[in-house]
């Protein structure tokens, strides 16, 4: 290992001195907290995905029992149906109407509490097994894709080995590789502005690590070393596997939501068979990235909606006969969007961020070097910034939207104070970030951010309440804490009485929009309810007519 | 009931102790794979080094005793015997030889500057930092070893199912232990 000789010398003094003693910890411990801390999350995720579930199944019951009845009815009339099958149907539908009058205004007694239970599993049953089977199948499918595969396409190339720069990238690469025991990935460069780099792939054995040629400008050797180190780390903890199986939560909702439109527009029906072809493309990782776009496109925007654009097409009487189902989607798409968005995302980005904090304490376990990974993050902070276009991968990049790069002059100045062993507090900062905004020329600033902000194209799971990247003074105090010489800028507490303002005032704000968004939930399952049952009774009824 | 409750208690117990053999076993298999490595990297070493002779021994003519170094350590370290220790002490003193020559190029700026140079210096650099890399990962894997075979209940059970305590690559000599600075 070479040491280096830009980490500042701490003789001399430090603007910021760290307020309190640091609470020392090995990287080991940090390893361990976080390995128990994955544990805890990946549980609330399962159980966040398991209510969203059941909520949906509850959604999904209505028309699942109304085809089955149908189909029953449909064949007691042409053929035989065991009258057993035939005796428990009727009995569910008589318990289940017993319960809901007994909850409407003239109570009438509940059945037994057993049959009540029984019931509902089986009311909620068959929609569970649905999604469980979509869950899995698309998961198997998308397993074999690998996470990531869309950066390879925007010009990754190969590095040029007679270019010393790259070819110190290679060498640090390989070297991470030995350090962690692992296979060694393949290395792609993308000639982009921004300073960032990812670690894509299904597995420890079949990684590729994308750097931008920025980055291998703007480090040395050590910090270069840590970066590698914490996305090597990152593949041998497995956190491609965790991501896939994360994104695989979206893409099953995706795929039932496709399901449902797919009847009734060219968009869905597309998007299907983009599906289906998917696996004998298995050359092509970033396919799988683009049929997942696909797949949960009308989640995201409601203009790729083919149900209501066929409602808004056809006026008049088709429209009314649409009306369940559109209603029936307008439920499910409000209810995944609206309790994944509570449950799931937040407690899927926290357990994201724990996997990169275990990076980063790993990365430091194969540099033994925690002010490598300190200045490089550092480093990021000023010449980071997302890639553009890589959407469904931001989550793999070392950081993310929160290195959005400064202005290039401040950055230098930054840079110039941090090589010279001086921390730039947060004031310090601010004070620059003012006087750039002022020097450069204020519209042309307002087009960078317009453009910047185009480039933000965080993935479906990126856009939520959570980022899935830790703040970057978070992760260096982390570092601070496992040896690197980092002055946290001093930070400022909030006081007692801002405490008090936000707990009496956010917290009944919260709870009520909490709740208004619960109702509006329940509204949507009752309405559906309503809706598909009066169709499907329509539809039943006319199937009695028939001679 | 008693018997029962007997019969849990064996069947928890005989699945710890599979289970704890199995994590001794691939805890090993590890432990050798990464000592492997470690070879893999000393061979690159010895293999890289008679072409960094020849590609500076013209530029060189003043510093032959550095050159000569380099290469008689080289001999010394593909001659030395399996022994853990004599082939640590070859292998520290062969780094420590290819450190004082690189510390001389550093008086040469034509050499420094060329380009055939530059790409060997960083040849070496990153094969020192492999092996230094190769013998982290190994002492790691004799560290998680140990630390896994040692403590109770499972130091019953390594002695009787042969998991012997393994050694860590050191080095002896506080000298030697400096590692060298190879700057690029």
Redesign the interface.
Known sequence: ???S?ETPNFAEPISAPPLGPVDRSSFFEQQERNRAATWRLSVVCVLAVFCTGMVLSLILAPPLYGLAILRLSLARRYGSVSPQLWRSFQAAGNTFVAVLQHFSNHPAPLPPLDIVLYTAIGILLPGMILQLLLWLGIRAMFLRAGAGGVLLTLGAREPRLED?KE??LV??V???A????LPSPKVKLLDSAAGNAAIVGSSRQDATLVISRRLVEELD?DELQAVVGHLIASAGNGDLRIAMTMVSVYQAFGLLDTLINAPFGPHARRALWRLLRMPFRMGDPADADEVSDWLTQGLRNSDKDDVTARMGRNKGCLSTLLLPVVIFNASLKLTMVVLSGLLFEPAAALLWRTRRYLADATAV??T?NPDALANALQSLRECGGLIPGGKWASHLFIVGQEARGMPPEMARRVKEMRKSGVQPTRENMMNMALEAMAQENTSAMAGTRAARNDETLEGATGGGMVSLHPPLEKRLKRLQAQGAHYAAGGRRRKSLLAWVFLLVFLTPLVALSLAAVLAAVAVCILLNFFFVTMAFAVILAIVRLIP | MEIWLAAGVAVLLSIYVVASFNRLVILRY?MR??WS?IDV?LKRRHDLIPNLVNAVKGYMEHERSVLENVTRAREQAVAAGPDINARAAAESALSAATGKFLAVVEAYPALRAS?NM??LQ??L??TE??I???R??YN??VLEYNATRGTFPRNLLAAPFGFPAAEMFALDDPGQRA?P????
């Open positions: 290992m070479t040491s000789e010393l070819k110190k060498d640090v390989e070297e991470m030995i350090a962690g025991g050797r376990q194969l033994r | 590890r794979d990464a490595q990297q380009e530059l790409a960083e040849e650099a990153s930092n492999r230094a890399f190769a982290q990962f790691d894997s590692a600075q190879v700057r690029v």
